[in-house]
Nanobody
């Protein structure tokens, strides 16, 4: 399993970023995918998840209405569109796929939100 994130960077509060995660090494369309994030000094938290077919999505309360998770099973890619970003969204964002008792993780991509 390989998960490679891209799209992080610096943005001002209120701005937008789109994260991408290219997956390989497994049948992508068979698995739910998710995004987690970890801010300095805090535990890693689930941000959003999407079912294998894309028909079901779940979000952390803190990002509902601002973030949108999507996937393209023809490209083995999952996305996270982040709008109206806040300083508290600043974190390393990880693409993830569930495994027994844990997750597979990508290497992470830094999102910085500051004036």
């Amino acid at each position: 399993v390989q998960l490679v994130e891209s799209g992080g960077g610096w943005v001002q509060p209120g701005g937008s970023l789109r994260l991408s995660c290219a997956a390989s090494g497994f049948v992508f369309s068979d698995y739910e995918m998710s995004w987690h994030r970890q801010a300095p000094g805090k535990e890693r938290e689930l941000v959003a998840a999407i079912s294998s077919g894309g028909g079901s999505k779940n979000y952390a309360d803190s990002v509902k209405g601002r973030f949108t998770i999507s996937r393209d099973n023809t490209k083995n890619t999952v996305y996270l569109q982040m709008n109206s970003l806040k300083p508290e969204d600043m974190a390393v964002y990880y693409c993830s796929r569930r495994r027994e008792f844990s997750y597979y993780w990508g290497q992470g991509t830094q999102v910085t939100v500051s004036p």
